[in-house]
């Protein structure tokens, strides 16, 4: 194993992101309530009802960049905040149009509020929990640093998160931005870009499913760090490039693309594992698997 490379996403792989949007639901409801002099169960209620038609629309719901959908609702959980935002801000019943004029006295649009607490929740989340990596990531850490294979994040968290967490268990993680490919044992891309689309949309169906994989920051990532094997948990944000190139024959796509499944993980990216290029190689139960989906590989050639 010694020499591979693996270029890994960090939330929802390393860690179990349930808490961090606990918390920001938690606190959408609280100024929610604020906003509009309701009481938190009331708020707490309509979220949940908008959210259920969120869910049950994951085609047309996700993280959209420019109007375009960059990720799905059903396969990427952290879209769910921002679709409630979007069906509130319809205000398609008397409800939920009181409660987006009350957002509206105070905010320039609903997606603005919903960003802030967003973002806001999760710097909070940051300074409150030291570290919150998932169970096993120490044992694995050690293992992979024993076998001498390389690990970079590729992450939109920014790098210090992932620093702070790791430095937690004693280890180091360098800027992949200031250090040569594959240089060192843990680097990390912090705010890498992968929902980035590009000038000329180019899609590809993963699961019956189109997929952007028009990703230019992605894609020079991938460039220059040329994995042996990507991991991630949202396949059209951290899989679906790294397939395209595959199956188009280009040099830095990987060998390998593993998905870590959630319990939520939908039925359309099941399907998109199974022989063929542009085809996931496994789904695994955790990231503790890794050291299984790593058998049988040899590290590349020096070019
Ligand atoms: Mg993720």
């Known amino acids: 194993m010694r020499g591979l490379h693996v270029l890994s996403d960090f939330d929802g792989v390393w860690t179990d992101p349930e808490r961090e949007l606990d918390a920001v639901r938690a606190e959408v409801l609280r100024r929610l309530a604020k906003l509009s002099a309701w009481p938190v169960e009331r708020v707490g209620r309509l979220y949940d009802r908008l959210a259920g038609r969120a869910r049950s629309e994951p085609e047309v719901h996700g993280w959209r960049i420019g109007g375009e959908l960059t990720s799905y609702l059903d396969e990427d959980f952290f879209g769910l905040p921002a679709a409630v935002g979007e069906i509130l801000a319809r205000g398609e019943d008397e409800e939920t149009a009181e409660l987006r004029d009350a957002v509206l006295a105070a905010w320039p649009a609903v997606s603005a509020f919903f960003d802030a607490c967003y973002h806001e929740t999760c710097a909070w989340f940051r300074r409150r929990y030291p570290h919150d990596l998932t169970r096993g990531a120490g044992r694995l850490l050690d293992w992979l640093a ?53 000038e000329e949309p180019c899609r590809r169906r993963f699961g019956g499913r189109p997929v952007r994989v028009d990703r230019p920051r992605y894609r020079a990532i991938l460039e ?76 590349r050639a020096p070019a």
């Not at 939109?156 to 280890?171: D, I, R, S, T, Y």
């Open 224 to 299: 220059r760090e040329q994995p042996d094997l990507v991991l991630g948990d949202v396949l059209s944000l951290d899989l679906a490039l790294p397939l395209h190139l595959r199956a188009e024959g280009r040099e830095e796509a990987p060998r390998r693309a593993v998905l870590v499944e959630r319990p939520e993980t939908p039925d359309w990216v099941r399907a998109a594992a199974g022989p063929g290029l542009d085809r996931l190689d496994a789904l695994v139960p955790h990231v503790t698997s890794l050291p299984r989906m790593l058998q049988g590989l040899r590290p």
């Open 146 to 198: 024993r076998e001498g294979v390389r690990v970079t994040f590729a992450t939109n968290a920014p790098a210090e998160k992932v620093q702070a967490w790791f430095a937690e268990h004693g280890l180091r993680v360098d800027d992949a931005r200031e250090t040569e490919a594959g240089s060192r044992p843990l680097r990390v891309y912090g705010r890498a870009g992968k929902q980035w689309l590009g």
